[in-house]
T-cell receptor, first 116, second 114 residues
Framework: AQKVTQAQTEISVVEKEDVTLDCVYE???????LFWYKQPPSGELVFLIR??????QNEISGRYSWNFQKSTSSFNFTITASQVVDSAVYFC?????????????FGTGTQLKVEL | GAGVSQTPSNKVTEKGKYVELRCDPI?????LYWYRQSLGQGPEFLIY????????DSGLPNDRFFAVRPEGSVSTLKIQRTERGDSAVYLC????????????FGEGSRLTVL
């Protein structure tokens, strides 16, 4: 069975601090996809990134960066120079590649609060 | 519309009643998903449509839950004989085909069963 663990329930930082959100996953599949989604107070989940299991290169997009370590089954997300607008719940998710579609298994989320 | 639209945004009902939740996906998206999110939890998969057919309904909790997508666009999630434990936010998402990576989510329908 697939499982995603986000051990950090809530993180509070002061604006401009860097923050890392942890994600650890479990799967028996050799091919899979990992995702991060942002859920602001409006409730709508916003896609941030998808990474497949064969691509362990780290990725940077503006202030966001992702560190995929297959050896430790982790897919951590770092926000550099955090801003108040980054305040949201962030979800890590995993999907099987052997089935059609994106049947995602989500973690329980990390509530990020960025204060002035 | 520009995004995934879900109606109603809020629904309060009494235990035992029948409820329908509607999802209007992004135009042209063939894949449509329903997820359920309880308070403090991540979304849980319910069902996935590719076109008009349910390609995977393994997440439906029991036979009180049913979903249709008769014309391959709008989908309706139907819940019979609602129970208090059905209270949650029901999220709909759409995507272009299978395994495209990005799913576009609606804002959800919050269901409260009294």
């Amino acid at each position: 069975a697939q499982k995603v663990t986000q051990a950090q329930t809530e993180i509070s930082v002061v604006e401009k601090e860097d923050v890392t959100l942890d994600c650890v996953y479990e799967t028996r599949d050799t091919t899979y996809y990992l995702f991060w989604y942002k859920q602001p107070p409006s409730g709508e989940l916003v896609f941030l990134i998808r990474r497949n299991s064969f691509d362990e290169q780290n990725e940077i997009s503006g202030r966001y960066s992702w560190n995929f370590q297959k050896s430790t089954s982790s897919f951590n997300f770092t926000i550099t120079a955090s801003q108040v607008v980054d305040s949201a719940v962030y979800f890590c998710a995993l999907s099987e590649a052997r089935r059609g579609g994106n049947k995602l298994t989500f973690g329980t989320g990390t509530q990020l609060k960025v204060e002035l | 519309g520009a995004g995934v639209s879900q109606t109603p945004s809020n629904k309060v009902t009494e235990k035992g009643k029948y409820v329908e939740l509607r999802c209007d996906p992004i135009s042209g998206h063939t894949a449509l998903y329903w997820y359920r999110q309880s308070l403090g939890q991540g979304p849980e998969f319910l069902i996935y449509f590719q076109g008009t057919g349910a390609a995977d309904d393994s997440g439906l909790p029991n036979d009180r839950f049913f979903a249709v997508r008769p014309e391959g666009s709008v989908s309706t999630l139907k819940i019979q004989r609602t129970e208090r434990g059905d209270s949650a936010v029901y999220l709909c998402a759409s995507g272009q085909g299978a395994n495209t990576g990005e799913l576009f989510f609606g804002e959800g329908s919050r269901l409260t069963v009294l």
